[in-house]
């Protein structure tokens, strides 16, 4: 696998006015990082925050090419796990940034996952009101979802990203061969946003997805790269056409709804965020049938899609009133109904007002959620 790179470079621009910023994918690039860091930025030291087995893999190729450009580098580790996204980790960091002596000038790069990127980009937006920030992301999910958009934050001990900001980096720069060291589990978990993006809003690439998910999950890069370059750009033009997450970025809900009710009810342990979504999913698209919404046949594609990426689709075995409870404390609820996403087919996807009680009405959660039956979740 390891060699020569994929010479094949793609952009996506993600058109925000004078806030654009470029999407760099590629395999193999992580050493020219550094070049267009310092172009991007106008920085001439940059704080690199990462993981310690992150940094250890992945950290002396980007460093080397930041300093070849003539960039002084310093370099931060928070402990790896989400319990790390915090205030604490945060204050770890300023305190790092106060003894480099980073200034306004002083770019901050994060080379990670999700948890990375989100607590990188939360200090970025707070160190001295908002210094330059750099995604260069390291599992799928980061690639094609978390580092593209601008929402950066830290989890409170009351709740998952609570404290927060938009803060839109400057660049994301991604070597999609930094996934070789992700475990298949996690890159199955990211893949699960890419059929969420292809399900919502493009069924071409939906049906590519059909072809090309296995190989890609595979780290075929001839299969991989053109499947990172399509889900990064449906998500930079949702991003672009609406910013603050007002409407068209409601789709992108899709399978978060339940998802987030059996992350929940799991206590965040067992279960990846893109499993959980991957059931939610293959729920949503179950009602979006009965409810007439989507023509038959669309629910089954999903679904076979999901399998064929290794991913679960049955709940897990919890009381339907838990699931009720559950639904009843997501955020996105308005009243007492939520603004469920459901398929139109596959490629189009809408909102219907519905209650907890119609995202999962008895006899159909009965017939899906079956005591001593496997739940979705994997320990
Ligand atoms: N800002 C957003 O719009 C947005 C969107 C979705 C998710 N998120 C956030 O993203 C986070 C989840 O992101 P994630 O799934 O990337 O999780 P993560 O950052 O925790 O990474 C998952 C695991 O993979 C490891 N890892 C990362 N890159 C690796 C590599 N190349 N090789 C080997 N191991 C590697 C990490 O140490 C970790 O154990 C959550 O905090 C979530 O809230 C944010
Ligand atoms: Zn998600």
């Given at each position: 696998?390891?060699?020569?790179?994929?010479?094949?470079?793609?952009?996506?621009?993600?058109?925000?006015?004078e806030?654009?910023?470029?999407?760099?994918?590629?395999?193999?690039?992580?050493?020219?990082?550094?070049g267009?860091?310092?172009?991007?930025?106008?920085?001439?030291?940059?704080?690199?925050?990462?993981?310690?087995?992150?940094?250890?893999?992945?950290?002396?190729?980007?460093?080397?090419?930041?300093?070849?450009?003539?960039?002084?580098?310093?370099?931060?580790?928070?402990?790896?796990?989400?319990?790390?996204?915090?205030?604490?980790?945060?204050?770890?960091?300023?305190?790092?940034?106060?003894?480099?002596?980073?200034?306004?000038?002083?770019?901050?790069?994060?080379?990670?996952?999700g948890?990375?990127?989100d607590?990188?980009?939360?200090?970025?937006?707070?160190?001295?009101?908002?210094?330059?920030?750099?995604?260069?992301?390291?599992?799928?999910?980061?690639?094609?979802?978390?580092?593209?958009?601008?929402?950066?934050?830290?989890?409170?001990?009351?709740?998952?990203?609570?404290?927060?900001?938009?803060?839109?980096?400057?660049?994301?720069?991604?070597?999609?061969?930094?996934?070789?060291?992700?475990?298949?589990?996690?890159?199955?978990?990211?893949?699960?946003?890419?059929?969420?993006?292809?399900?919502i809003?493009?069924?071409?690439?939906?049906?590519?997805?059909?072809?090309?998910?296995?190989?890609?999950?595979?780290?075929?890069?001839?299969?991989?790269?053109?499947?990172?370059?399509r889900?990064?750009?449906?998500?930079?033009?949702?991003?672009?056409?609406?910013?603050?997450?007002?409407?068209?970025?409601?789709?992108?809900?899709?399978?978060?709804?339940?998802?987030?009710?059996?992350?929940?009810?799991?206590?965040?342990?067992?279960?990846?965020?893109?499993?959980?979504?991957?059931?939610?999913?293959?729920?949503?698209?179950?009602?979006?049938?009965?409810?007439?919404?989507?023509?038959?046949?669309t629910?089954?594609?999903?679904?076979?899609?999901?399998?064929?990426?290794?991913?679960?689709?049955?709940?897990?075995?919890f009381?339907?009133?838990?699931?009720?409870?559950?639904?009843?404390?997501?955020?996105?609820?308005?009243?007492?109904?939520?603004?469920?996403?459901?398929?139109?087919?596959?490629?189009?996807?809408?909102?219907?007002?519905?209650?907890?009680?119609?995202?999962?009405?008895?006899?159909?959660?009965?017939?899906?959620?079956?005591?001593?039956?496997?739940?979705?979740?994997r320990?």
């Amino acid at each position: 696998m390891r060699g020569a790179s994929v010479s094949e470079r793609r952009r996506v621009t993600v058109a925000l006015g004078e806030r654009s910023y470029p999407i760099e994918i590629g395999a193999g690039t992580l050493r020219d990082a550094g070049g267009a860091i310092a172009e991007r930025t106008g920085a001439s030291r940059v704080v690199v925050v990462t993981e310690p087995a992150i940094g250890r893999r992945h950290g002396p190729a980007l460093l080397r090419g930041m300093k070849a450009a003539g960039l002084s580098v310093a370099r931060i580790e928070v402990p790896r796990g989400e319990t790390h996204k915090s205030l604490r980790q945060a204050s770890r960091i300023y305190e790092a940034l106060l003894r480099a002596g980073a200034d306004r000038s002083t770019a901050i790069v994060a080379l990670g996952g999700g948890k990375v990127g989100d607590l990188a980009g939360f200090v970025a937006a707070t160190w001295l009101r908002g210094v330059p920030f750099v995604q260069v992301p390291t599992t799928l999910l980061a690639m094609v979802d978390s580092s593209i958009g601008g929402k950066v934050a830290v989890n409170l001990p009351q709740g998952k990203n609570l404290a927060g900001a938009f803060h839109q980096p400057r660049l994301v720069w991604i070597d999609a061969r930094t996934l070789e060291t992700l475990a298949a589990r996690e890159r199955a978990a990211g893949m699960a946003e890419i059929v969420k993006a292809a399900a919502i809003l493009d069924a071409d690439f939906f049906a590519r997805l059909e072809r090309d998910a296995g190989r890609a999950l595979a780290l075929e890069m001839d299969a991989l790269l053109p499947v990172i370059a399509r889900a990064c750009a449906i998500k930079a033009d949702v991003v672009a056409r609406d910013e603050r997450e007002t409407g068209l970025r409601m789709l992108l809900n899709f399978g978060h709804t339940v998802g987030h009710a059996i992350e929940a009810l799991q206590r965040y342990r067992g279960i990846l965020h893109g499993e959980a979504v991957a059931i939610g999913m293959v729920w949503a698209g179950r009602r979006s049938e009965e409810l007439g919404l989507a023509p038959g046949g669309t629910a089954a594609r999903l679904r076979d899609l999901l399998a064929r990426c290794a991913l679960p689709a049955a709940p897990p075995v919890f009381e339907r009133r838990a699931y009720l409870a559950a639904l009843r404390v997501d955020k996105k609820r308005t009243d007492a109904r939520i603004r469920y996403v459901v398929l139109r087919g596959i490629g189009k996807a809408d909102t219907v007002p519905l209650t907890p009680e119609q995202i999962l009405p008895a006899a159909a959660f009965r017939e899906a959620v079956r005591p001593g039956r496997r739940g979705g979740g994997r320990e």
